[in-house]
């Protein structure tokens, strides 16, 4: 038995491991550049027109478009939930941008943009309602809110299709023009991440949602409002899919109701790699943004390497399963490594 | 308006909870005063963790009110107590273990420095001062994750202190401390009385009620018994109070006649946990295995019995050695264990009693590999009854039963094997007193019917009323063997502390010192 | 599990304060001591979840054959049986894999793969008679391999099934692109469709009640139906009673993907059709009338006569439907709103519950004071 005398020459060893615990922590970031550095320099390798600017800019928007919905997503995952809805919220948004647009060209494309993400904000509405008061599992819920809000959109759009053609020029240039050589979409993809990214480390209600993930029980005995919360989160989540819904429209410019068809996997899968935990309380929009930026890239290569582009899914699920087994087994060296370090107080 | 400085701080008014047709809570009073401690004693269900919630803002009263300094609290939430001043440390800490120390403790008011962010240096120079307070070196930069039950209880602490706690609320907070530690808990806990805190302190151990409370309240069956000055009170007549009858002597007499070796333990070692663990157990034998907490008492059971894993060495039962790390092939060898925690290993709490007696026999039940014609029903009755155990029907779940109950279930569910050994950790936590004396007999009995018995106990008069011979661990080894006239309450302590008799506390009371939660009193005079 | 958003406040359980359990699970008992009224509590276990699901199910076909035209005509009833024979025959070892409080979201994908290596092989020259149980053996292998992940690594099954979701369904693409294969012997394939002698009863019918039988037994009548149960609702404790709870999650894994292998052989007998994205999205539907069947989806609870309920509900729902017309998209909706329903309903109901429960105490104890709050929980 350790008593308190024992304990002082304990401090300068707690600092050097503090460091260790660091270099853990930002592993996974470090890792992802590193792979996505592998990828390029090997694509580029045996086909120099990979790294040509306009592969690289095609990659980027794409990216944008899920990274977007991964912020979305690791708002809600750190709070130990999940929200499988994110791809039919982004269909939804997307036909209503598109279908409001094409009736009238003239409306100012920061309309546009609003309405595609209140259409988002009310589906994580809905979500977070039945996840707050019902009791309920989100990923049952989200489940259930995917196939609900794919069904509205087939409803609506009842099989018509909206053409490039019909939307005004100016909505169309958000997918495609750049400031300063940066394009829009990326941008915006930029100042989502910012504010996401700051609220949740620097902010009270940030940290309470990774208190939230971390201890549930914890959470309500702190005092912390967690319904409110978890509902915070699910709008945010359904209001970014919204975005990313406008953003896909003005992209691609054709939309139907099957727009994002399928876009959960990606979403989790970039969240998941970029070292977000299924079981909350760990995980950074950065990561999830990087996750993003890697899936997206290797679709990429795999188009310009002749690849057949049937493997894009088999990896992205490839991908989840290394992810979290590599997180499995670094929690597990860090659980030990702790462990070692033992007692302050005993 | 200024406290009325003659009344109590603290009232719990006439308070009434029920859960479902379950009345938890009757009608309790208790007047908590400005610069004292109040310690909650009574039994286990006795319905002082209704009353923490309450407190805590977790629960509502379903009538009666909560008044501090005379005006009447609605608390509908945990914010709302905190907001209050009341503060709660449970036994259980709830830390976030992805969070850092430093933010767990500002997690309820974060300081705030630019455009209202979190000033990360404040609340980690804060947390800083608070573990210098409490004389403890804690890092607050690390996760929470990884600290042991005693660290994670100090920063419970720093976290009350860290606001303006009118209103400490401490139920059980030394189960998982030395006594070293709880020293030091109660300097920090005097200090705040000083400055004018009110504190509701519960605890199973006296020592600890007597040294550090002025005042006491003791509930039985959910109901308010009495409230007195701690002058005014020996331990006997609280300890009458609790349990609504005089104590008698429990303890069966033995003569015990041991036969052959049935359990053999080898060398059993499991890295960084316990280390060249060896005994024999003769069938008839009751042998203790005795201990601190943290010591490996539960571990090295654990192993023996296959659900914990063993690095090194041998188990036989019988004469024929045990395969690692199988539970199965302990219980098919008629090994029995009998775990410690109830609730979590015991029982499944949400299955029926029929379930639960049976399910370590579902496989030797069926016939063909099918359970049918009432098989299970037939044999949990008859042993559901050997026990006396009280309960409407078999097909209720085994968490509406009382932890007597409970814990009769759980033996008859291993006594059903028809083991040839039985270990039984903490065979009377969290039971009444009629029952841990039927619990008791039944031992006694078992051995005497040829079983060998192994007691892990923090309980020393049940250990020394109980065992042939007494094994004492520290620090994960066995370090003494004692014969029954060798134990005594002296004996044994010295041996699992490893010195001389300690100031601070009782033989007693550190032996009780347990790290699982102990929600119960013990009764052990 | 994993997305689990239900947060237990209470920091050590009290004996007395634990929540009430869900419908459909035997009657809370009141304490010994308490008033008892057995002839409440037998009609209260009598109306359980699955029960009140069977009838509503019996409710919804009554109804469809009066007000939806062709509905009980029994060309219709033919091909109900076959439309539910893919969700009805994963549910069955999906029940087991809930009631563990695991999932397994890759059920629909390993459907897929099996039907692409089935369409693969047949181009091969294969013969049916060898390919079809190789279509079993594959979808068990791709079962063992969830298993692995989430019984040997120890990680949430969730996670693990959304991964291997995306990897089977897109290596059952690589095996087959997005073409077809199409000429399966007819001798197989009207078997698959045919009926049972001069009846509207399909052939698959045989295979639907002998493999439900099968599965019903072994969860309500064998040690491994207790072990289940067991694991669901108490892992440590089954673990102290000797159950070898990752064996027999890895197994249920493996029986689970063996289903919806053959489920992938029979879809595409079915439709003469083999192809990459065949099932797609019936993993919905099959944890959709599993929760709607009373399994709980924390584990440890349900029934499987309660899952045959859930599966003929949504099925009939579907096929009425589909008669009135209603888009395929549409009928998401529906399945959506079921899924949500299934697990939403029983918290309604829960809480229903504890209301009449004060209500009636306030009422039986007319001299005690009155509550000052309501206080929902």
């Known amino acids: 038995m350790t008593t308190v005398q024992d304990i002082h020459p304990r401090i300068g060893r707690t600092a050097a491991r503090r460091s260790a615990l660091r270099r853990v922590l930002t592993a996974r970031e470090i890792s992802i550049v590193f792979a996505l550095a592998v990828l390029v320099a090997v694509t580029a390798g045996v086909r120099p027109a990979f790294v040509h600017s306009q592969s690289i800019r095609d990659i980027l928007l794409g990216a944008a478009i899920v990274a977007v919905l991964a912020v979305g997503q690791t708002v809600v995952m750190i709070t130990r939930s999940v929200d499988l809805s994110v791809g039919s919220i982004l269909g939804l948004s997307a036909y209503a941008a598109g279908t409001v647009l094409s009736d009238h060209p003239g409306l100012p494309v920061v309309l546009a943009l609003v309405l595609g993400m209140a259409v988002g904000a009310c589906c994580g509405v809905i979500n977070g309602l039945l996840v707050r008061f019902g009791n309920v599992p989100a990923l049952v819920v989200t489940l259930g809110t995917l196939y609900m809000f794919r069904g509205v959109a087939y409803l609506w759009a009842d099989g018509e299709q909206i053409y490039a053609d019909e939307l005004p020029g100016g909505f169309l240039k958000l997918g495609t023009a750049s400031l300063l050589g940066v394009p829009y979409l990326v941008v915006i993809a930029l100042i989502v991440m910012v504010v996401v990214g700051v609220v949740l480390r620097n902010y009270p209600v940030g940290r309470q949602l990774y208190a939230m993930g971390s201890s549930p029980p914890g959470a309500r005995l702190a005092g912390i409002p967690v319904g409110r919360r978890l509902l915070g989160a699910f709008v945010v989540s359904g209001t970014l899919a919204g975005l990313a819904g406008v953003l896909f429209a003005a992209r691609f410019g054709t939309i139907d109701a099957s727009a994002g068809n399928g876009y959960e996997l990606n979403v989790v899968a970039a969240a998941v790699v970029g070292g977000v935990a299924v079981a909350g309380g760990v995980g950074t929009v950065w990561g999830a943004a990087l996750g993003a930026l890697l899936l997206t890239t290797i679709s990429s290569a795999l188009a310009v390497l002749n690849i057949n582009q049937f493997w894009q899914q088999a990896i992205v699920g490839a991908l989840i399963l290394l992810a979290i087994g590599i997180d499995r087994l670094i929690a597990l060296r860090v659980a030990a490594a702790l462990k070692k370090e033992g007692s302050n107080v005993r | 308006m200024p406290p009325d400085s003659t009344g109590p701080l603290l009232h719990v008014h006439n308070v009434s909870k029920s859960f479902g047709v379950v009345a938890a809570v009757r009608d309790v009073s208790i007047p908590v005063y400005a610069g004292e401690a109040h310690a909650l004693v009574g039994e286990n269900g006795a319905g002082k963790s209704t009353i923490v919630k309450m407190l805590a803002g977790v629960h509502r009263p379903d009538t009666g009110s909560i008044d501090l300094a005379g005006r009447p609290l609605d608390l509908r939430s945990p914010a709302d107590a905190r907001a209050a001043?009341?503060?709660?440390?449970?036994?259980?800490?709830?830390?976030?273990?992805?969070?850092?120390?430093?933010?767990?403790?500002?997690?309820?008011?974060?300081?705030?420095?630019?455009?209202?962010?979190?000033?990360?240096h404040r609340a980690a120079r804060t947390a800083a001062d608070l573990f210098a307070r409490l004389g403890v070196e804690i890092d607050p930069a690390r996760p929470a994750r990884g600290l042991s039950i005693a660290d994670q209880q100090i920063v419970e602490i720093a976290k009350a202190l860290s606001m303006d706690t009118r209103v400490l609320v401490m139920d059980e907070p030394t189960a998982a401390l030395t006594s070293v530690e709880v020293e030091r808990l109660f300097a920090v806990a005097r200090s705040l009385l000083e400055q004018g805190t009110a504190i509701v302190f519960i605890s199973h151990r006296f020592e600890e009620i007597t040294a550090l409370c002025a005042r006491v309240t003791v509930m039985r069956d959910g109901q308010h018994v009495s409230t007195d000055l701690m002058a005014d009170l020996d331990v006997d007549e609280i300890v009458r109070r609790m349990v609504g009858r005089d104590l008698s002597a429990l303890h069966p007499q033995r003569t015990a006649a041991p036969g052959e070796v049935m359990l053999q333990v080898e060398g059993l070692g499991r890295d960084g946990v316990f280390e060249d663990v060896s005994f024999t157990v003769r069938s008839g034998e009751i042998v203790a295995l005795a201990g601190l907490v943290g010591s490996g008492r539960s571990e090295v059971v654990q192993a023996v019995f296959g659900v914990d894993r063993r690095d090194r060495g041998t188990v036989r039962v019988g004469g024929q050695r045990l395969r690692p790390n199988s539970p199965r092939a302990a219980m098919s060898a008629g090994l029995a264990l009998v775990p410690e925690d109830r609730r979590l290993q015991g029982l499944v709490?949400?299955?029926?009693?029929?379930?639960?007696?049976?399910?370590?026999?579902?496989?030797?039940?069926?016939?063909?590999?099918?359970?049918?014609?009432?098989?299970?029903?037939?044999?949990?009755?008859?042993?559901?009854?050997?026990?006396?155990?009280?309960?409407?029907?078999?097909?209720?779940?085994?968490?509406?039963?009382?932890?007597?109950?409970?814990?009769?279930?759980?033996?008859?569910?291993?006594?059903?094997?028809?083991?040839?050994?039985?270990?039984?950790?903490?065979?009377?936590?969290?039971?009444?007193?009629?029952?841990?004396?039927?619990?008791?007999?039944?031992?006694?009995?078992?051995?005497?019917?040829?079983?060998?018995?192994?007691?892990?106990s923090s309980e020393l008069p049940e250990v020394l009323s109980l065992a042939d011979r007494v094994l004492v661990m520290r620090e994960g080894r066995l370090v003494r063997e004692l014969d029954r006239d060798e134990a005594t309450e002296e004996s044994v302590m010295f041996a699992a502390v490893g010195q001389g008799p300690q100031p601070a506390a009782t033989a007693e009371s550190a032996s009780t010192a347990t790290s699982e939660p102990a929600p119960e009193l013990e009764v052990s005079r | 599990m994993s997305a689990d958003v239900s947060v237990d406040v209470s920091v050590d359980v009290s004996a007395d304060a634990s929540a009430p359990g869900r419908p459909g699970a035997p009657e809370r008992a009141v304490r010994a001591g308490g008033p008892v009224r057995p002839v409440t509590a037998v009609l209260a276990r009598l109306a359980g979840w699955d029960v009140a699901v069977i009838a509503l199910a019996a409710l919804v076909i009554v109804l469809a054959s009066v007000f939806v035209d062709n509905f009980g005509s029994s060309r219709n009833f033919t091909f109900l049986v076959l439309d539910l024979l893919p969700i009805v025959l994963i549910a069955l070892p999906m029940t087991f894999v809930i009631a563990t409080g695991e999932i397994d979201l890759s059920v629909a994908s390993v459907l897929g793969l099996s039907s692409a290596v089935m369409g693969y092989l047949w181009n091969q020259g294969m013969t049916i008679e060898t390919i079809i149980p190789l279509c079993v053996l594959l979808g068990a292998a791709l079962g063992a391999v969830n298993g692995l992940?989430?019984?040997?690594?120890?990680?949430?099954?969730?996670?693990?099934?959304?991964?291997?979701?995306?990897?089977?369904?897109?290596?059952?693409?690589?095996?087959?692109?997005?073409?077809?294969?199409?000429?399966?012997?007819?001798?197989?394939?009207?078997?698959?469709?045919?009926?049972?002698?001069?009846?509207?009863?399909?052939?698959?019918?045989?295979?639907?009640?002998?493999?439900?039988?099968?599965?019903?037994?072994?969860?309500?009548?064998?040690?491994?139906?207790?072990?289940?149960?067991?694991?669901?609702?108490?892992?440590?404790?089954?673990?102290?009673?000797?159950v070898r709870i990752p064996m027999l999650k890895f197994w249920l894994y493996v029986a689970t993907g063996a289903v919806a292998g053959l489920t992938g052989v029979l879809?595409?007998?079915?439709?003469?059709?083999?192809?990459?994205?065949?099932?797609?999205?019936?993993?919905?539907?099959?944890?959709?009338?599993?929760?709607?069947?009373?399994?709980?989806?924390?584990?440890?609870?349900?029934?499987?006569p309660g899952v045959l309920g859930g599966v003929v509900l949504l099925a009939s729902l579907q096929n009425a439907l589909r008669l009135s017309d209603v888009s395929n998209e549409a009928l998401n909706i529906v399945v959506g709103a079921l899924l949500v329903a299934s697990v939403l309903l029983p918290n309604v109901t829960q809480a229903v519950r504890a209301g009449t429960d004060r209500f009636r105490r306030r009422h039986s104890h007319p001299t005690g004071s009155p509550p000052l709050t309501a206080a929902p929980r």
């Open chain 3, 149 to 242: 992940f989430v019984t040997a690594l120890g990680l949430p099954s969730l996670a693990v099934t959304i991964g291997t979701l995306a990897l089977y369904r897109g290596l059952a693409f690589v095996v087959l692109g997005d073409t077809a294969v199409a000429d399966f012997p007819s001798s197989y394939t009207s078997w698959v469709t045919g009926t049972i002698g001069g009846t509207s009863i399909p052939n698959v019918a045989i295979i639907i009640v002998a493999l439900a039988v099968v599965f019903g037994v072994l969860l309500h009548a064998t040690p491994i139906g207790r072990w289940t149960f067991a694991a669901g609702a108490g892992e440590q404790a089954a673990r102290f009673a000797g």
């Open chain 3, 267 to 304: 879809w595409t007998l079915r439709y003469s059709s083999a192809r990459a994205d065949n099932g797609s999205g019936l993993e919905l539907a099959v944890v959709a009338a599993v929760l709607l069947g009373g399994v709980s989806i924390f584990g440890g609870r349900g029934t499987l």
């Open chain 2, 85 to 120: 001043g009341i503060a709660v440390i449970y036994q259980e800490p709830t830390l976030f273990p992805d969070l850092s120390v430093a933010e767990n403790i500002a997690m309820t008011r974060p300081p705030r420095g630019r455009f209202g962010m979190i000033d990360r």
């Open chain 2, 349 to 456: 709490m949400d299955a029926s009693i029929q379930r639960n007696v049976t399910l370590p026999r579902a496989g030797s039940l069926a016939r063909v590999g099918l359970l049918l014609g009432g098989a299970e029903r037939r044999s949990a009755e008859e042993w559901a009854t050997r026990l006396q155990t009280k309960y409407h029907r078999l097909s209720d779940a085994v968490s509406t039963l009382s932890g007597g109950n409970q814990q009769k279930v759980v033996l008859a569910k291993w006594l059903a094997t028809m083991p040839r050994v039985l270990i039984i950790d903490e065979p009377t936590r969290g039971i009444d007193v009629g029952t841990k004396a039927e619990v008791h007999r039944l031992i006694s009995g078992l051995a005497t019917d040829g079983v060998a018995v192994v007691v892990v």
